[in-house]
T-cell receptor, first 111, second 116 residues
C-alpha cells in the first residue's frame, strides 16, 4: 500500500544549525507530497507541498523537492530558530485525497 | 486556507458514556471532512471520511458503531464516541478538503478525550 517513511527523532539542534528530515514514500501512482507541522499545543498546519516530480515546495525558510527517482521529499532549512521547535509530518495523497502520514519527527531547537 | 474549529478542545468523561465532538468549517463549505486519531507521540491515523449528506466511509479496523459520524451540513461534521472506554482516550482531529485542491487538507486544533 501507499506509505511514508520519515526519519525518526527526536532531533535536537542549536539555533542557526542546518536541519534535514528525510522522507521517502511508496505509492502506486503519482502522489502529491506534503510537509505538515504541529507546534506545541496546536493543530497541524501545512508547511509546504509539491504536486509533481521536480517541484520544490518552500515556506518559512523550509524547502523540499519532489524527487521521483529516489521517491523522496526531504525537508531542509538552512538556519533553524527556537520557534521551529515542533513535530514535522511528511504525508502523501493520491486521487482519493486521503492523507497518509509518516510517524512524525520531533525537532527541538535550543538557544 | 480554510479555518477549522473543533469543540470541545478537551473533555473528560466516565467510562460507558458517550461524547460528541464537533468539527466546523468557518469560512468554506466542505463536502468532505476527515477524522483522525492521534496517540501520544505517534502519527495521525485516519479513522473515517465524512461526506456531506451520505454515510461516512470507515477505515479498516475502525468500528462504525463505536465512532458515529454525522455530516449533516457543508460546515459541520460530528464524531460521537459511544460507550467510551479508557482505551478510547486519545487526541481526535478533524480536517477538511477544499474542492478542486490537490489533496491539501486543513486541520482543526484537535480534541483531547480522556475516559476515566
Amino acid at each position: 500500500g501507499d506509505s511514508v517513511t520519515q526519519m525518526e527523532g527526536p532531533v535536537t539542534l542549536s539555533e542557526e544549525a542546518f536541519l534535514t528530515i528525510n522522507c521517502t514514500y511508496t505509492a502506486t501512482g503519482y502522489p502529491s507530497l506534503f510537509w505538515y507541522v504541529q507546534y506545541p499545543g496546536e493543530g497541524l498546519q501545512l508547511l509546504l507541498k509539491a504536486t509533481k516530480a521536480d517541484d520544490k515546495g518552500s515556506n518559512k525558510g523550509f524547502e523540499a523537492t519532489y524527487r521521483k527517482e529516489t521517491t523522496s521529499f526531504h525537508l531542509e532549512k538552512g538556519s533553524v530558530q527556537v520557534s521551529d521547535s515542533a513535530v514535522y509530518f511528511c504525508a502523501l495523497s493520491l486521487g482519493d485525497y486521503k492523507l497518509s502520514f509518516g510517524a512524525g519527527t520531533t525537532v527541538t531547537v535550543r538557544a | 486556507g480554510a479555518v477549522v474549529s473543533q469543540h470541545p478542545s478537551w473533555v473528560i468523561c466516565k467510562s460507558g458514556t458517550s461524547v460528541k465532538i464537533e468539527c466546523r468549517s468557518l469560512d468554506f463549505q466542505a463536502t468532505t471532512m476527515f477524522w483522525y486519531r492521534q496517540f501520544p507521540k505517534q502519527s495521525l491515523m485516519l479513522m473515517a471520511t465524512s461526506n456531506e449528506g451520505s454515510k461516512a466511509t470507515y477505515e479498516q479496523g475502525v468500528e462504525k458503531d463505536k465512532f458515529l459520524i454525522n455530516h449533516a451540513s457543508l460546515t459541520l461534521s460530528t464524531l460521537t464516541v459511544t460507550s467510551a472506554h479508557p482505551e478510547d482516550s486519545s487526541f481526535y482531529i478533524c480536517s477538511l478538503r477544499l474542492a478542486g485542491g490537490p489533496g491539501e487538507q486543513f486541520f482543526g486544533p484537535g480534541t483531547r478525550l480522556t475516559v476515566l
